[in-house]
């Protein structure tokens, strides 16, 4: 079982959600967090750009958001995550989400906050990671992409799965069309995933993440489905 590492005194788990860009995943967070029965509370909101428009939207949620900038650091990871950190510890933060976070951290962070840190990627992992998902899946002709939340390793877009959630991928996608369909599973399955980590449900076996509770679902999704009487 991954537990988060809970302070004296709170009951719920505090999340810092990392962003660089426009925070819709990040608001999909904080609304779930809203709901009394979550069992996570969205302590603060870190970018690492002060251009970030989810800041703004935090903010408007009453949820202290706050800018580090990456820029000045360089390749410097470490000398940022030296700001980073201790920013994290400021705010009593046992989880961390990112959410359209653009910055590789090191190993030695990774390794800290392992089993309690988790990235959503906009493709079934481990298919198309890293930059452009969606042009890598129209390029590759998949007939089903979709989103993944995933623990964070010092790997890009690698580590153990915790969600998937799946859409078809149609004829006449763009990337436009497929990354607007893949973003409305990210929204569903982020807080979820969130849902699991921070109330104990989650087991890490080496590289893979099972579920301690019971799932239900459909067993099967098929891609293209054909009309009826035009094919097998
Ligand atoms: C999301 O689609 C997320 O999956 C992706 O960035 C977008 C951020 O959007 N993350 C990655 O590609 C990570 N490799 P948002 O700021 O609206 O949440």
Redesign the pocket.
Known sequence: MVTPNRRKGTSKPRVAIL?S??????VALIDAAKVESFPAEIAVVISNRADAA?LALARADGIPALTIESKPFGKDRAAFEAVLQPALEAHGIELICL??FMRLFTAEFVQRWYGRML????SLLPSFPGLD?HAQALNAGVKVSG?TVHFVTPET?AGPIVMQGVVVVRDNDTRETL?ARI?TV?HQIYPKALSLLASGKLRLEGAVCRLDSDVSGEDTLISPQLARGAGA
Do not use: V, W
């Open positions: 962003i860009g426009r925070g819709s995943n990040m989810g959410g359209g990235n959503i990627h906009p998902p989103a877009d990354s973003l990210e």
